[in-house]
C-alpha cells in the first residue's frame, strides 16, 4: 500500500485592502444615519395625540339604498368615491353590497380634521 502524505490544508486568510476597509465604515456610516433618521422621523409618521374617533351618524339602511346614495348626502362638498371607501372601510365592509336594517357608521367630516 503507498503511503498517502497527509498535508494540513490551511485556508488562506485574504487581508483586506484599504479601499475595502473605507468603504465598509462608509456603509456602517451611512446604515447609522438612515437609522437615527428613520427613528428620528417616526413619532412624526405616527399621530401620537389621543385617537378620536370621526364625527358621524349611525345610519339604518332602508330598501333601494345604495352605499352611493348614503354617500351622496352625507358627503357635503367632499368627493362622494371618498366617502363611500369611508364607510366601507370604517364599517368593515368587504363590497359595496348593503341589506336592509343594516347599521352603518357614516362619517360626516373629512378625515383627517
Not at 18 to 26: E, L
Not at 51 to 56: I, K
Not at 97 to 108: D, K
Request: net charge positive.
Amino acid at each position: 500500500m503507498a503511503a498517502i502524505a497527509l498535508q494540513p490544508r490551511y485556508r488562506r486568510v485574504r487581508r483586506r485592502t484599504p479601499k475595502a476597509v473605507r468603504r465598509a465604515r462608509t456603509l456602517a456610516v451611512l446604515f447609522t444615519l438612515t437609522l437615527a433618521a428613520a427613528v428620528l422621523l417616526f413619532p412624526r409618521l405616527v399621530h401620537t395625540g389621543a385617537h378620536e374617533p370621526p364625527a358621524g351618524v349611525h345610519y339604518t339602511v332602508v330598501q333601494g339604498d345604495t352605499l352611493w346614495g348614503i354617500a351622496t348626502a352625507y358627503a357635503g362638498d367632499r368627493d362622494v368615491r371618498e366617502v363611500v371607501y369611508l364607510i366601507r372601510r370604517l364599517n368593515g365592509l368587504p363590497s359595496a353590497e348593503i341589506h336592509p336594517g343594516q347599521v352603518l357608521f357614516v362619517p360626516t367630516e373629512p378625515a383627517g380634521r
